[in-house]
């Protein structure tokens, strides 16, 4: 069952991680002409990161709201990146994913989560 908590946490997640994807294409110079191929980024990363995350605890709501545990959405999207690059290469036909391409992904995308979810935790023990 999803409560509002979790709800909040999903969508801002969501947003998060079209957030990097679209910094990724604008910081190649690509954003005005990519379009739909910016999805070729983003739904491997969306696809990895619902994958990986629940099994290390980002979803659980008492753990969110713990600053103890803000490794756990961080580290779920290092394990995931590697997976979001290979899914990536084969929907683009370019099965062998350059390795600092993963390691790219992988640190802005766990930054930015990371960012995501300190304000988020920022928030919630504000709120009780």
């Known amino acids: 069952m999803i409560n509002r908590r979790m709800l909040i946490l999903v969508l801002g997640d969501l947003l998060d991680l079209a957030l990097v994807t679209v910094f990724g294409f604008a910081s190649h110079g690509e954003i005005s002409s990519s379009g739909a191929r910016m999805l070729t980024t983003f739904l491997p990363l969306i696809i990895s990161w619902f994958l990986v995350a629940p099994f290390l605890g ?3 709501i008492r753990r969110s709201g713990e600053f103890r545990q803000l490794w ?3 580290y779920a999207m290092v394990l995931a990146a590697p997976f979001a690059a290979f899914l ?3 929907m ?6 350059l390795p600092v ?12 989560i990371l960012a995501w979810r300190v304000i988020y935790f920022l928030f919630a ?4």
């Not at 683009?92 to 994913?97: C, D, E, S, T, Y």
């Not at 023990?125 to 009780?128: Q, Y």
Request: glycine share 20%; charged share 15%.
């Open 88 to 90: 990536r290469g084969v």
């Open 92 to 97: 683009l036909g370019n099965a062998p994913v």
């Open 125 to 128: 023990r504000g709120r009780g």
């Open 58 to 60: 980002a979803y659980d």
């Open 72 to 74: 756990r959405p961080f």
């Open 101 to 112: 391409f993963v390691v790219v992904l992988g640190g802005v995308s766990a930054l930015a």
